[in-house]
């Protein structure tokens, strides 16, 4: 028993180490996949995806996605205590994941609502905030986000739905690019429902907002 016990505490500690030095490769090296690609390239036939690094991605769209899915991004550490505390007070009806904790769910996981998952997400999220720049963040996440079926990473997007690259996207076309990221498959940012000009329309404000009170400074130029 005793050395079964140091058997799995080497592996343990193996598996840690291993994990740890995926992290620290991915914060300078680009992600080529995600499991969640994979899968859907393998159902789809193919996907459309091209890495762009954030330097050619307009400043809109950095900003429209914090102030869609994670406004606190500057000033958390991976987890947005308040955001967990609103949730937990509404019930569970309201996210509370911010984007740090998107990236390692979709670049190291596996979608699901399972424990094992939410225990690893939990272990690798503030590493990622320790070892990855504020920017790296933002860039990976930019990159593997879906915006329609098989179209993966702003560049994809911004062709797909506009026909310019993502540097050329405009506060609108970006608001509505960040209001399609919930459910990208029930979505179109080229063709808005009634509801999705309202939600862009918030990310605009939203935007403008964190810009101009500091919370976009660790991510901008």
Known sequence: MRMLLRLVLRLSLIACALMAFWVLVYSVVNPPATYYILSEKRRLGDVDRLWVP???????????????????????????????????????????STLTQQVVKNVFLWHGRNWSRKMLEAVLTPLVEATWSKRRIIEVYLNIAEFDEGVFGIEAASRHYFGVSPAKLTSVQAARLAAVLPSPKTRSASKPSASLRRRAAMIMDGAATINADGRAGCFQD
């Open 54 to 96: 954030l330097e050619s991605v307009t400043p809109h769209m950095a900003r429209s996605v914090v102030a869609a899915e994670d406004a606190n991004f500057c000033n958390h550490w991976g987890f947005d205590v308040d955001a967990i505390r609103a949730a937990i007070e509404e019930g569970g009806n309201r996210g509370a």
